[in-house]
């Protein structure tokens, strides 16, 4: 699914990213090369964010205004930033006895999934669906 990415767009989704967790507003060429040291212009950045644009990975709120990532644009960064684990098999065994009463009603597996993730990780786990 990413493999199509060249390295410069996925530092560019990265950053973008980043930059719109950081401040909740669109995200503009400008800034972006300004605040993570790419090496190439605004003009280059604008044109990668176009090819980023159709393809599905930022979305443009006004027609005048920067980019802002989207479901795609997360599913890449995430996979970037995580690291994987194995956990107990034991841990394994109750987390799906846990989930498995819920296995066929989505928005319970979801609930179940999330409470099960933040106890496991100590964290704040949250769980989205595309229709929001």
Same mark, same amino acid.
Do not use: D, F, H, Q
């Given at each position: 699914m990413f493999e199509d990415l060249s390295e410069r767009q996925i530092s560019l989704i990265n950053a #973008?990213? +980043?930059? /719109?967790?950081?401040?909740?507003? &669109?995200?503009?060429?400008?800034? #972006?090369? +300004?605040? /993570?040291?790419?090496?190439?212009? &605004?003009a280059t950045v604008r044109n990668e964010m176009a090819r980023l644009l159709e393809d599905g990975y930022l979305d443009m709120l006004h027609t005048s205004s920067g980019r802002v990532p989207t479901p795609q644009a997360y599913r890449l960064f995430l996979n970037e930033i995580m690291e994987e684990h194995d956990i107990p098999v034991l841990q394994e065994v109750a987390i799906k006895q846990r989930l498995w009463p819920s296995r066929f009603e989505l928005s319970r597996l979801l609930r179940q999934s999330t409470i099960a993730l933040a106890d496991y990780s100590q964290l704040l786990a949250v769980a989205t669906t595309d229709d929001g």
């Open positions: #973008i990213i +980043k930059e /719109y967790l950081a401040t909740s507003e &669109p995200v503009g060429s400008n800034v #972006i090369v +300004k605040k /993570y040291s790419l090496r190439c212009s &605004p």
